[in-house]
Nanobody, 117 residues
Framework: QVQLVESGGGLVQPGGSLKLSCAAS????????LGWYRQVPGRQHQRELV?????????NYTDSVKGRFTISRDNAKNTVDLQMNSLKPEDTATYIC?????????WGPGTQVTVSS
């Protein structure tokens, strides 16, 4: 059973930066995808895919974070990071790490990111 643990959330002013990290226990396959969703307070049933990265390093980003966020992974350490720059108030959300390793999808508990002055 894979477990995901996030770290790095917090409060930051608009224009600031944060780096989120997620560590996955267990063994990941070469077909696995790691990534981050976010969930806005009050919208419990709506999760937005923020970014994802394959084992080989192919990445995808939602349009609203392109040019500001960078996702990376370390396959030897089973970790995925999300570097978030030029943060905006609308980036405020719970950020949730996920792993897709066929045929299962795993979720972390989430870490809160608040962008406010």
């Amino acid at each position: 059973q894979v477990q995901l643990v996030e770290s790095g959330g917090g409060l930051v002013q608009p224009g600031g930066s944060l780096k989120l990290s997620c560590a996955a226990s267990g063994r990941l396959s070469a077909s696995s995808t790691l990534g981050w969703y976010r969930q806005v307070p009050g919208r419990q049933h709506q999760r937005e895919l923020v970014a994802r990265i394959t084992w080989g390093g192919d990445t995808n980003y939602t349009d609203s974070v392109k040019g500001r966020f960078t996702i990376s992974r370390d396959n030897a350490k089973n970790t995925v990071d999300l570097q978030m720059n030029s943060l905006k108030p609308e980036d405020t959300a719970t950020y949730i790490c996920y792993l897709y390793d066929y045929p299962r999808k795993y979720w972390g508990p989430g870490t809160q990111v608040t962008v406010s002055s």
